[in-house]
């Protein structure tokens, strides 16, 4: 029986491959965020942004626009990316996100079955309802670094961490 990596040097990150591909899209106003206390699917009951599985045939940047259209009915425009998240659970399962922001968006944000959405500004990230590792790679992203961020998780506890600020994404 193989045991479950506890620590993301223990991972060859270069031959990992994911059970799936996801995105979240962070819209941006100023120094504020949209983000949204998740509803449903992985991740419920924590706060996030907009996102969600990317379709078959559908690139990272189509799904930031749907998932977010779908989960809060705003619409976003040039999604720029900004990171690249890589996610290795101890039962297996292995996700690989793209998190993007929108500075372009219409629309107002509305409650769905998926996500209730609220503005917050970007010094009063609620980090502590959040997944662990949103606190690692958030804060670079939100002052203008592309990130890569390599992490290992039990459940919703983060055993391992790796975050690589890849130089300006602005």
Not at 16 to 37: K, N, Q, S, Y
Not at 131 to 154: E, K, M, N, Q
Request: some cysteine.
């Amino acid at each position: 029986m193989k045991c479950s990596p506890q620590s993301v040097d223990e991972i060859d990150w270069e031959a990992w491959e994911p059970t799936e591909r996801a995105v979240v899209c962070f819209i941006r106003d100023g120094a504020r965020v949209m983000l949204i206390h998740k509803k449903t699917g992985l991740g419920a009951g924590k706060i996030n942004a907009p996102g969600g599985r990317i379709d078959p045939g559908e690139s990272a940047a189509e799904a930031a626009v749907r998932e977010t259209a779908e989960e809060i009915g705003m619409t976003v425009a040039d999604p720029r990316e900004v990171g690249q998240l890589f996610f290795e659970f101890t039962d297996g399962y292995r996700l690989h996100g793209t998190v993007f922001f929108s500075m372009r968006y219409a629309g107002e944000p509305v409650e769905t079955g998926e996500a209730c959405p609220f503005w917050c500004g970007t010094d009063e990230i609620p980090y502590d309802e959040m997944w662990a590792d949103d606190r690692h790679w958030l804060p670079l992203a939100l002052s203008g670094t592309y990130i890569r961020g390599y992490f290992v998780f039990d459940g919703d506890r983060m055993l391992s961490k790796r975050v690589v600020g890849c130089g300006p994404w602005e």
